[in-house]
Each structure stands twice: as structure tokens, then as C-alpha cells.
């Protein structure tokens, strides 16, 4: 026996009598577990609006709900269909002045709000938001009853915000759908860190056209997360479509027992906005391919990674690119139809013209 297997034999032996764990000499280490306060990667919102650029905005949250605010950029890692992709940019809350956001309000003045002065307190609930969200937020208010109006476009002016907001009146019944619908096509043309929140304290009982499906797709096919809010302690039915819409994209349900818990959770919701990481990569894509990309985002100090996916709109395009035989057939075929019109088309300016 060699001296290096005797030196082996001996290690063995030694680990079984003393309770020495045994690992071969070239095993890695294994890694050392996680804290119990350890954060998890929340990603909110993948950005492909400045393509082949990505932007991507997430969040460090703690099992107790709060944020880590100041993890270094070394920290990070990205991926892209599972290959590692170059940050190109990476900022976080407390490295750089907050970020705004482009936001819609979608509030609920039916009918039903008048109960314990719902109205006033969503009212209040939005003065406090309106305090609280980083400085230079464009927002945007929708009110639904028994119809969708958008009261206020877009602005960073709060005071005007809340002006229309203080106007809203509890009157009618419930078009949340068609409201979030709406919400979302006002911010399909909006870029950087987008989203919608959707307060309701009933079910919907009159969206004519769309339904809880059709705002999830619409959502997802622009990248935007649905934060909805519940309120009232009679919302069994529709608590579990606001749960899957929020879910669904990215967003978060937020109930509320009683008008009293709106503004502490409108005060939840600007903080959140305020505690958002944003890196940016360049996608190995050329060209937009109409493709549904997954990303993860690690950091070494989580314990578990981001993920999401990135839809980049375009022409769907084979992974390898075009074959040059696809590239000439597709040629044949445009020729194919533009040529015999245009053969005709000159035949008939050269042929004699008949006299009258």
C-alpha cells in the first residue's frame, strides 16, 4: 500500500472513531446555511422598453417583512435563459436619491362605500400615500362606480391628485375590471418603475369588457404588477380574485378589515416603492424576437433568488436566428407578391389606348 493510500485509510479510520465528518479532498465546501433572518430577491417589474437594455426592479425583503436597503452591486448577479448576463447599471434606495414611479390609483366610490364612511377614509388613506411616495411620482387616478372615469391624468402635482380624489362620491355599483383594465392602458406607453393599485370593497358586478383573466394577460404582456387592496370583512367571494390577480403579476394583496387599516396600508405600499433595487443588463438578443425570456437575480447574503420573466416584444425569431435558406425562401415569396401586380400594373400603362 502507498503511503498516500495508507495516509487515506488512516483519515477514514480516524473520522469514523473521533465523529469526524469525511469529504474527499477534491469535493467543494459545502456551503454554509443561511441566517433565519435571511432576505429573499422580490423582483417587481422587468423593464424592456429601452431594448437590447433590461432593466430590472426588485426588493430584499426580510421574513419580517422589512427591507434591506444598501446591498452592494458586487452582491448581485443576473441571468438570462440561464446564461449569465453583465450589469450594465445598478442602483439602490439608499445609494441614490429614491426613484419615482408612474402609478394609477384605482379607487372604488359604488354605492356600498358610504358604509362607516369608507369614502373619507380612502380619501385620508390617499393623503397619506401621496406624502409618503418618492418625490417626482407621476400618478394617475381612476374612479369606477357603475362607470370608468379617469379623473386625473397623469401628474407629479400631488395637490391636483388629491383635488380629485377629494371630489370622488359614493354612488353606484362595481366595474373593478374594466377599471384595472383601463389602468393598465394608460401605463402600456409609461417606461421605468410602473404599477397599479386597485382598491375595491366589493365583488364586480358590472364590467362588460373585461374579466379577471383578461386583466392578468394584459398585465403580464406589459410587464406590470397589480397590488390590490380589499376592503371590509365581507369580501370572501372576491378576496380570492383580487389574491390571484395580484399573484398572477407580481403584485401583492393587501387586506383591510375596516376603513381604519387603508391608510396604514397605503403608508406599506409608498414605502415599498421606496425600498425598490434597480440594476440594468444587456439581453443577447439582437433583435426584438417576440420571446418570453426567464430571469433570476441572486444575491450572495439571500436566500433566495429572484425570478421572473421578461417578454420582449417583436417578431418570434428561432433561437439560432434565420436560416440563410429561410432568409431566400422568404424572399421568394415577398417577390411572389409584389411582382405579377407590378408586371401588370406596367402592362397596362404601355398597351395603346383605344380612341373614343
Not at 472513531?17 to 417587481?44: C, I, K, M, S, Y
Amino acid at each position: 500500500m502507498t503511503t498516500r493510500l495508507k495516509a487515506g485509510a488512516w483519515l477514514i479510520i480516524l473520522g469514523l472513531v473521533g465523529g469526524l465528518p469525511v469529504r474527499a479532498a477534491d469535493d467543494p465546501v459545502a456551503p454554509q446555511p443561511n441566517p433565519p433572518d435571511a432576505p429573499e430577491v422580490v423582483v417587481t417589474q422587468p423593464d424592456e422598453s429601452k431594448f437590447p437594455e433590461i432593466a430590472v426592479y426588485f426588493e430584499l425583503k426580510r421574513p419580517d417583512g422589512s427591507f434591506v436597503l444598501d446591498a452592494a452591486r458586487e452582491s448581485f448577479r443576473i441571468t438570462e435563459d440561464g446564461r449569465d448576463r453583465p450589469i450594465l447599471s445598478f442602483d439602490a434606495p439608499v445609494t441614490v436619491r429614491l426613484q419615482p414611479s408612474t402609478i394609477v390609483l384605482v379607487l372604488d366610490h359604488s354605492g356600498s362605500m358610504m358604509q362607516d364612511d369608507r369614502i373619507g377614509a380612502l380619501k385620508r388613506a390617499v393623503a397619506t400615500f401621496l406624502q409618503a411616495v418618492p418625490a417626482g411620482s407621476k400618478i394617475a387616478v381612476i374612479g369606477f362606480s357603475s362607470e370608468v372615469r379617469l379623473i386625473c391624468p397623469f401628474t407629479a402635482d400631488r395637490r391636483r391628485v388629491l383635488a380629485a380624489v377629494n371630489e370622488l362620491e359614493a354612488v353606484g355599483g362595481t366595474r373593478y375590471f374594466d377599471a384595472v383594465a383601463a389602468a393598465l392602458g394608460l401605463l402600456a406607453e409609461e417606461t421605468g418603475r410602473r404599477a397599479v393599485l386597485a382598491m375595491t370593497d366589493g365583488k364586480d358586478t358590472m364590467s362588460d369588457r373585461a374579466d379577471l383573466p383578461a386583466v392578468i394577460a394584459a398585465a403580464r404582456k406589459v410587464n406590470l404588477p397589480v397590488h390590490t387592496l380589499g376592503l371590509g370583512d365581507d369580501l370572501d367571494e372576491a378576496t380570492q380574485s383580487l389574491r390571484t390577480l395580484a399573484t398572477s403579476t407580481r403584485g401583492q394583496h393587501y387586506p383591510a378589515a375596516d376603513a381604519a387599516q387603508l391608510r396604514q396600508i397605503y403608508e406599506e405600499i409608498a414605502r415599498r416603492l421606496g425600498s425598490s433595487y434597480r440594476l440594468t443588463y444587456a439581453t443577447d438578443r439582437r433583435i426584438p424576437d417576440g420571446t418570453l425570456r426567464p430571469i433570476e437575480v441572486f444575491c450572495a447574503q439571500a436566500k433566495r433568488a429572484g425570478q421572473a420573466a421578461v417578454f420582449i416584444r417583436g417578431m418570434v425569431v428561432p433561437a439560432r436566428g434565420w436560416s440563410r435558406l429561410f432568409l431566400i425562401l422568404l424572399v421568394g415569396l415577398v417577390g411572389l407578391a409584389v411582382v405579377p401586380p407590378w408586371v401588370r400594373n406596367r402592362r397596362r400603362a404601355s398597351a395603346p389606348k383605344m380612341a373614343p
